[in-house]
């Protein structure tokens, strides 16, 4: 679940980004990011890792806003 919350606000940071440098730049973050949610492992092996995947998920949710008020003040 983790996975597709972060996917789609890097990708909505994607579409909304003006800038086609900053666009690359998210589009390579989203298939490091996302790629590092489906490594395989054992059973409960990412359980130490969540006090950390968390706050980056959470972290993502800025993205879009940023895209939006670069666009907004001209910041192209």
Not at 27 to 43: E, Q, T
Not at 51 to 59: D, E, F, G, S, Y
Request: hydrophobic share 60%; proline share 4%; net charge positive.
């Amino acid at each position: 679940m983790l996975a597709g919350v972060t996917a789609y606000f890097i990708a909505s940071g994607v579409l909304l980004e003006q800038n086609w440098r900053f666009r690359i730049t998210y589009l390579i973050l989203l298939v490091g990011v996302v790629r590092l949610f489906f490594l395989d492992g054992f059973y409960h092996a990412y359980t130490p890792a969540l006090l950390w995947i968390v706050p980056v998920t959470a972290a993502w949710i800025s993205l879009p806003i940023i895209a939006c008020y670069r666009f907004r003040k001209g910041l192209v």
